[in-house]
């Protein structure tokens, strides 16, 4: 499984981005998808999370500002997290993370690379 991540930048505090996250490979089954996050000096941290029936988990730091969504019903290998109200602790770098599994492998957490997310006061 292949990730690829977009869609951070710089932002002004109150401002907006919208991060997206493909998957890619053959013959893998995703069940949840999520988002986690990494500031410089501290641990990557879980934001937000879809599981494969549509049911969301959000992170408090993030709740009521930020959304993710994921794909149409003939793209589930896609998601989207809308991230509203930006705030210079929302500063890091954004991961794209998904929980997935092939015929011949377990469940297995991929990672894609990071994207930075900057928000300035």
């Known amino acids: 499984v292949q990730l690829q991540a977009s869609g951070g930048g710089m932002v002004q505090a109150g401002g907006s981005l919208r991060l997206s996250c493909g998957a890619s490979?053959?013959?893998?089954?995703?069940?949840?998808m999520n988002w986690y996050r990494q500031a410089p000096g501290k641990e990557r941290d879980f934001v937000a999370g879809i599981g494969s029936g549509g049911k969301t988990n959000y992170a408090d730091a993030v709740k009521g500002r930020f959304t993710i969504s994921r794909g149409t019903p003939d793209n589930t290998r896609y998601m989207e997290m809308q991230m509203d109200s930006l705030k210079p602790e929302d500063t890091a770098v954004y991961y794209c993370?998904?929980?997935?599994?092939?015929?011949?492998?377990?469940?297995?957490?991929?990672w894609g690379q990071g994207t930075q997310v900057t928000v300035s006061s």
């Open positions: 490979g053959s013959d893998f089954t995703i069940n949840a």
């Open positions: 993370n998904v929980f997935a599994r092939s015929p011949t492998t377990r469940w297995t957490h991929y």
